[in-house]
């Protein structure tokens, strides 16, 4: 069966090591998913940014927002979401931290859940 293709949105500034985590994980040998586009790295202007992100957007299966606290004020983080919205992309958010909470969801960003490799498997099959 193959791997669902996985556009990881997270906050840049402040939780990038979420990005890294999460790739981390699609590389396990009984990973149901694999990253294949994630959150732009590049300063790029801001028109052009968005192009790219839409087209790595449309690519995916499905977007997973990683929270962290500040996320659901990440200018970037809610651009990729409403391009998620507007091509009907499945997503859904995981929270990024032991000590995280739900008060970190993102508007309109799909249901939020805790960062465990169950929940991902469950989520990604």
């Given at each position: 069966?193959?791997?669902k293709?996985?556009?990881?949105?997270?906050?840049?500034?402040?939780d990038?090591?979420?990005?890294?985590?999460?790739?981390?994980?699609?590389?396990?040998?009984?990973?149901?998913?694999?990253?294949?586009?994630?959150?732009?790295?590049?300063?790029?202007?801001e028109?052009?940014?968005?192009?790219?992100?839409?087209r790595?957007?449309?690519?995916?299966?499905?977007?997973?927002?990683?929270?962290?606290?500040?996320?659901?004020?990440?200018?970037?983080?809610?651009?990729?979401?409403?391009?998620?919205?507007?091509?009907?992309?499945?997503?859904?958010?995981?929270?990024?931290?032991k000590?995280?909470?739900?008060?970190?969801?993102?508007?309109?960003?799909?249901?939020?859940?805790?960062?465990?490799?169950?929940?991902?498997?469950?989520?990604?099959?």
């Open positions: 069966m193959a791997k293709k996985v556009f990881v949105s997270f906050d840049f500034d402040n990038k090591a979420l990005k890294d985590f999460i790739i981390g994980q699609a590389k396990n040998p009984d990973s149901p998913f694999e990253v294949s586009d994630h959150s732009l790295k590049e300063a790029a202007p028109k052009d940014w968005v192009e790219k992100a839409r790595a957007i449309s690519r995916s299966d499905i977007l997973i927002v990683m929270l962290g606290p500040k996320t659901k004020k990440a200018s970037g983080v809610l651009k990729e979401v409403k391009i998620a919205n507007e091509l009907k992309k499945k997503k859904f958010q995981i929270i990024g931290y000590i995280g909470t739900e008060d970190w969801r993102v508007p309109d960003a799909g249901r939020v859940y805790r960062w465990n490799w169950e929940n991902l498997k469950k989520l990604l099959a």
